[in-house]
């Protein structure tokens, strides 16, 4: 067997053998399953909730803020991150605010973001996009800066405008750091969209997880962080794949 | 522009160029003044950092002159070979090193000019496949840059500016990057593709061989600042062999006296390198 094909067996073996572990430990009674029910158990209630329509109440509310937010966050910082990269004076201005902004925990401002917006969808979404915004902003700032200056000169020399700059040039040049940003930023949503939810929601996969501590019902605070993890697995890879048909121009890494 | 005559192209008059860096006020180019005449190969050699590339982006409009001009006689366009398009581009340059977008395949390279001057879509069609055929890329078109060899890069560098039919040409360097066997190659295929057109050409290298090769008249250039060290006419007829051409020994007489000319000013940029280093 070559080196890949056993990594790769390795990668698949690893997680079971720790879920087959997890549930023999459970099962022999040398953990407390009031904790830690067994994987079975959390399975079976997977399957329950699933029949209910209960998790797919949950996990669209989530999924309907986490679009929202990433787009409504997303976009603009592309935009502004790409104008920013181009124009001298506008980061000057910006550049500072971004700076004094982002280091702030995101889930410290939800008490604020609540006062605001109030304890509606609004909340959430904005929780979402502040998540996906300084990532992308960042990310998109630093690959346009990054692009060789060659490449602009070769865009001037060949008479393109302001427009087909930024549509040539520093968009496709900046890609690959846009694509890093996009991830982390993901990423960062789903951690806030999860923060969100357990606060002034009556649905959401972090509003099932709060509350199925409240009234003890442990398998279903299970279910819904394993169905977190493999949204965020599930997210990843389609990125991976987003990755692979805007960059064909990247080789394989 | 209308102040030059007939058979003059570009007319360079007392051009200067003034860069102010952290170690004080530079000079590149320092009055240089010459004509380049219409369909001429013109070919500029000088030691490193003798200010070459900058006259050369001047000519590009990629920097602005400190003092002096550049007038540039358009090409009539309705006499204009290749195209009706009165959007001609005045230049088109071949950048030294990688300049091809990444992000793009060879056929969009190719295309990039057409496209940023919004040529109609069939043009663009015939120009870039026949300056793909002509530079052996084809086969190539739907590659990205990062499946290519330097020479094949270098190749699409050549035809995105050849397919955007500018009235003259500037070439930057563009065969240093590359071993011998492929410069060779792409000098022939270069002669080749000028002797079509014989459109204006300036062309600037560190090789007095290529320079020899390619080139009608060769400037000369000093060591920084950069002046006008001698002119010299190559008086080999074309079309030209690359390879005939440098069995013969007025070749080889000919790059003899270039380099006399070149020597002392070599030399010297060493020297300033070598203070600049202390």
């Known amino acids: 067997m070559n080196p890949k094909a056993i990594d790769r067996l390795l990668n698949l073996a690893s997680p079971v053998l720790l879920l087959l572990l997890w549930e023999g430990c459970a099962r022999l009674g040398w953990i407390d399953t009031r904790f830690f029910p067994a994987p079975s158990a959390i399975f079976a209630k997977l399957f329950v909730l699933t029949q209910s329509g209960e998790l797919w109440k949950n996990l669209s509310a989530s999924l309907v803020r986490l679009g929202w937010g990433i787009l409504l966050g997303g976009v603009p910082a592309l935009l502004l991150g790409i104008a920013m990269g181009m124009s001298r004076l506008l980061r ?139 949204l965020g697995f599930v997210f990843m890879l389609g990125l991976n794949e987003l990755e692979r048909w805007i960059l064909p121009w990247k080789p394989d890494r | 522009m209308s102040a030059v005559s007939a058979d003059t192209k570009i007319r360079i008059s007392g051009l200067h160029k003034h860069f102010t860096t952290r170690d004080g006020p530079f000079t590149a180019v320092d009055g240089v003044s010459l004509d380049v005449r219409r369909g001429e190969f013109f070919v500029i050699v ?5 200010g070459k590339t900058t006259l050369l982006r001047i000519l590009a409009g990629l920097e602005a002159p400190s003092a002096g001009k550049v007038e540039l006689a358009r090409d009539d366009p309705a006499q204009a070979a290749g195209s009706a398009n009165s959007a001609r581009p005045a230049n088109a340059m071949v950048f030294q090193g990688e300049s091809i977008f990444p992000w793009m395949t060879v056929w969009d390279n190719a295309a990039y000019g057409l496209k940023m001057r919004g040529a109609p879509a069939a043009e663009i069609h015939d120009v870039v496949g026949t300056w793909l055929g002509k530079t052996g890329l084809t086969r190539f078109a739907d590659r990205y840059p990062y499946q290519l060899s330097g020479g094949m890069k270098q190749r699409v560098s050549i035809a995105r500016a050849f397919a955007n039919n500018p009235d003259v040409l500037l070439m930057d360097e563009p065969f240093s990057a590359l071993d011998e066997q492929n410069r060779t190659l792409l000098q022939e295929e270069l002669l080749r593709i000028w002797d079509e057109q014989k459109k204006t050409v300036v062309f600037i290298t560190h090789s007095v061989d290529e320079a020899v090769t390619l080139g009608d008249r060769i400037l000369v250039m000093t060591a920084h600042p950069g002046r006008t060290k001698a002119l010299i006419d190559v008086p080999f007829a074309r079309p030209r062999g690359v390879l005939e051409l440098r069995k013969r020994p007025e070749y080889g007489e000919l790059v003899y006296s270039i380099w006399g000319h070149l020597r002392e000013e070599v030399q010297r940029a060493k020297a300033q390198e070598a203070e600049a280093g202390r």
């Open chain 2, 46 to 50: 000088g030691p490193s950092g003798c």
């Open chain 1, 92 to 230: 000057a201005i910006v550049d500072p605010l971004i700076a004094a902004t982002y280091p702030v925990p995101k889930s410290a401002i939800l008490p604020l973001i609540l006062l605001i917006f109030g304890l509606g969808e609004a909340s959430k979404i904005v929780m979402v996009a502040l998540g996906m915004f300084y990532p992308v902003v960042i990310n998109t700032l630093a690959g346009v800066l990054q692009i060789e200056k060659i490449y602009l000169d070769v865009g001037r020399n060949f008479g393109a405008g302001r427009w087909q700059v930024f549509r040539t040039i520093a968009l496709p040049g900046a890609m690959p750091s846009i694509m890093a940003g996009v991830k982390l930023g993901v990423g960062l949503a789903l951690i806030l969209i999860a923060i969100a939810e357990m606060i002034g929601a009556d649905s959401g996969l972090g509003f099932m997880i709060w509350n199925s501590w409240q009234v003890l019902t442990v398998e279903t605070m299970y279910v819904g962080l394993l169905v977190i993890a493999l």
